[in-house]
């Protein structure tokens, strides 16, 4: 089994900054595309960040120049450093991997629990 265990997450006044963490453990052979979602009350669940194992990044647009996905491929980390937050960046944030249980097999995907980030203007 393949567990994602996320944590930062916390209330922050607007402008503030947080940062996610995202650790991947258990049993697997490697892990592919990991990323950040987001899923605000009464809202789709949306892609927030992704980067792949080389390091190339995408956002989308509403967090591109404050948010920066990272991660550390020894340790199957990935961060998401929040800076400038605004309260419509309010929600529940989701961490998600592709991973690779054994050699040859297809990617499976992961999700975390949630961590809940709450930004008062």
């Known amino acids: 089994q393949v567990h994602l265990v996320e944590s930062g997450g916390g209330l922050v006044q607007a402008g503030g900054s947080l940062r996610l963490s995202c650790a991947a453990s258990?049993?697997?052979?490697?892990?592919?595309?990991m990323g950040w979602y987001r899923q605000a009350p009464g809202k789709q669940r949306e892609l927030v960040a992704r980067?792949?194992?080389?390091?190339?990044?995408n956002y989308v647009d509403s967090v591109k120049g404050r948010f920066t996905i990272s991660r550390d491929n020894a340790k199957n980390t990935v961060y998401l450093q929040m800076n400038s937050l605004k309260p419509e960046d309010t929600a529940v944030y989701y961490c998600n991997a592709e991973v690779i249980r054994r050699l040859g097999a297809l990617a499976v995907e992961y999700w975390g629990q949630g961590t809940q980030v709450a930004v008062s203007s």
């Open positions: 258990g049993s697997f052979f490697r892990i592919d595309d």
């Open positions: 980067i792949t194992t080389g390091g190339s990044r």
